[in-house]
């Protein structure tokens, strides 16, 4: 009787160990499945946010800090230079176009201005020397020919008187013969006078021409000397705000100095200089807008000026719209720039991972929605909503935008509804 009892503890014994082993042997292959795993969490998908990665075209933006400039600026310049003997307006005053603001005073100018008239003077008193002396000569080969003609008259009466008696055989040869040669000789006389008469009017008059071209010269000298003059004179050219405007009484200046300088107050524009990493990547008519009183302004790229300075191009603003507030020179007002487009890019929303991935890597969410698994990726360019990708994402797919706080040692999300 108490053997087939102990027949049944034997069996017992051995279904307890049996079960040991398969639980030590289950223990050991779970362990070895796991090994080398990811970690993993299960989390539930209300407390997530899951988004679509889109192709979309990327906008970036960049910021930067302008200065406000007059679009028209007039700068005066000493055209002679002086002494300054008279200061009429004050810098920061408006001016109107023609307005004085400034006399000078140059006494080596003054002279030269007498100087030249008084060469003036004596070229046109040579000038009118010489027209005497021109018309003097034109009446005395006048007078001379006028006696040539007479005698040649008288002498052609007397030839021709001598002429008929030789023809009633009287004998007269040696007086017909000397009649002739005088007669011959006054018509030649006459022809070296007229020669004479053109040779002298010729050389006259080149030299009036030239004393004529000599005044005319000087005349043209005095008046530019003259305006210059007047250029002591300083007058506003346009209307404006008269600034850099900043002379004492009694300062020389010299010739070409500037002197001041006049802001239109119709247009302003505002200048930047920006990096020279973006200077391939905004153009103009590109949108811009900047923050004044909390309130945004509108612009728009007026002009792109390409040389680098200290490794920074200077770009011009245009505003788009009326503003509401003065502007004025040497305002600054921040703002930023939209740069080109790009198209067919990866891009995803630009959300409260970043801070914990470093933009390095996201949670991809299977189809069914029901696993996130770890994958790094490689980012491209950021802006303030957007982030695009250069690789490790696909359009469509879909990734947790919202906070990965407490996820970062983690691989696999398991998500539960």
């Not at 009446?139 to 007397?158: A, D, G, P, S």
């Not at 003059?229 to 007058?235: A, E, I, Q, T, Y």
């Not at 957007?386 to 696909?394: A, D």
């Amino acid at each position: 009787m108490d053997r087939p009892i102990e027949k049944k503890r034997r069996s017992k014994l051995v279904a307890a160990s049996l079960l040991a082993v398969t639980a030590l042997a289950i223990f050991i292959v779970y362990n070895l499945y796991n090994i080398g795993s990811s970690r993993s969490k299960t989390i539930n998908k209300k407390d997530i946010v899951i988004s679509k990665v889109k192709a979309s075209e990327f906008s970036q933006e960049i910021s930067f800090l302008g200065e406000v400039e007059p679009q028209q600026v007039f700068f005066i310049d000493a055209i002679e230079g002086g002494v300054v003997k008279e200061i009429s307006a004050k810098n920061g005053d408006f001016v109107q176009a023609g307005q004085q603001i400034l006399f000078l005073s140059n006494t080596s100018l003054i002279l030269e201005v007498i100087r030249s008239e008084a060469e003036i003077t004596q070229q046109l008193n040579n000038l009118n020397v010489l027209e005497i002396e021109l018309e003097r000569n034109k009446l005395k080969h006048l007078e001379q020919i006028l006696q040539t003609n007479f005698r040649i008259k008288q002498t052609t009466r007397q030839l021709n008187n001598l002429k008929k008696l030789k023809l009633d055989n009287l004998h007269i040869e040696d007086d017909l013969i000397a009649l002739t040669n005088e007669l011959e000789y006054l018509r030649e006389k006459k022809d070296l006078i007229l020669l004479s008469q053109k040779t002298d009017m010729g050389i006259q008059q080149k030299q009036m021409a030239q004393l004529s071209e000599n005044a005319k010269s000087l005349e043209d000298s005095l008046l530019f000397t003259k305006k210059n003059l007047s250029s002591l004179d300083v007058k506003a050219p346009v209307s404006g705000l008269l600034t850099d405007f900043n002379l004492r009484n009694g300062q020389s200046l010299n010739k070409g100095e500037k002197i001041a300088r006049i802001d239109g107050l119709d247009d302003f524009i505002l200048v930047a200089y920006i990096d020279e990493f973006h200077i391939g990547r905004i153009t103009k008519s590109a949108k811009a807008t900047v923050l004044v009183n909390e309130e945004k302004v509108n612009l728009t790229v007026r002009n792109i000026l390409p040389e680098i300075k200290q490794g920074k191009f200077k770009v011009e603003f245009k505003f788009t719209e009326p503003v509401d507030f003065q502007l004025r020179r040497g305002l600054s007002l921040s703002g930023t720039v939209k740069l080109d487009l790009i198209d067919s890019i990866t891009n995803i929303p630009f959300s409260g991972f970043s801070a914990y991935t470093g933009d390095n890597w996201v949670f991809v969410v299977n189809e069914q929605e029901t696993k996130a698994e770890r994958r790094n990726i490689i980012p491209s360019k950021k802006s303030l909503t957007s982030l695009s990708i250069l690789e490790g994402l696909k359009p469509g797919e879909k990734i947790i935008t919202s906070s990965y706080k407490n996820l970062f040692d983690v691989d696999v999300l398991y998500l539960s509804e």
